[in-house]
Nanobody, 118 residues
Framework: QVQLVESGGGLVQAGGSLRLSCAVSGTIIGINVMGWYRQAPGNQRELVAVITSGGSTNYAGSVKGRFTISRDNAKNTVYLQMNSLKPEDTAVYYC????????????WGQGTQVTVSS
């Protein structure tokens, strides 16, 4: 069973930066996709950024140019560098892993709160 543990959330002023980390325990064999999602109060969970095992990335339009997703396979960790934060980035951020045959399996972290004050 793959477990994900996020860290790095907190309170920051608008324009500031935070780096989220997602530590992966357990073994993921083969092609996989790691992602960050977020959910603000009253909203549905939405995709922020994803990175494949091959290193390809994709971002939500609202964060493109401000956020960067990366992974360190040696450390089994995925990162989300968030710059130029805005109050509308306030949400609980979740790490996600999709893996297995046809990426049919997935795991979620417990979430980490990011609050951006104006």
């Amino acid at each position: 069973q793959v477990q994900l543990v996020e860290s790095g959330g907190g309170l920051v002023q608008a324009g500031g930066s935070l780096r989220l980390s997602c530590a992966v325990s357990g073994t993921i064999i083969g092609i996989n996709v790691m992602g960050w999602y977020r959910q603000a109060p009253g909203n549905q969970r939405e995709l922020v950024a994803v990175i494949t095992s091959g290193g390809s990335t994709n971002y939500a339009g609202s964060v493109k140019g401000r956020f960067t997703i990366s992974r360190d396979n040696a450390k089994n960790t995925v990162y989300l560098q968030m710059n130029s934060l805005k109050p509308e980035d306030t949400a609980v951020y979740y790490c996600n892993a999709k893996y297995g045959s046809k990426l049919s399996r997935q795991s979620w972290g417990q979430g980490t709160q990011v609050t951006v004050s104006s």
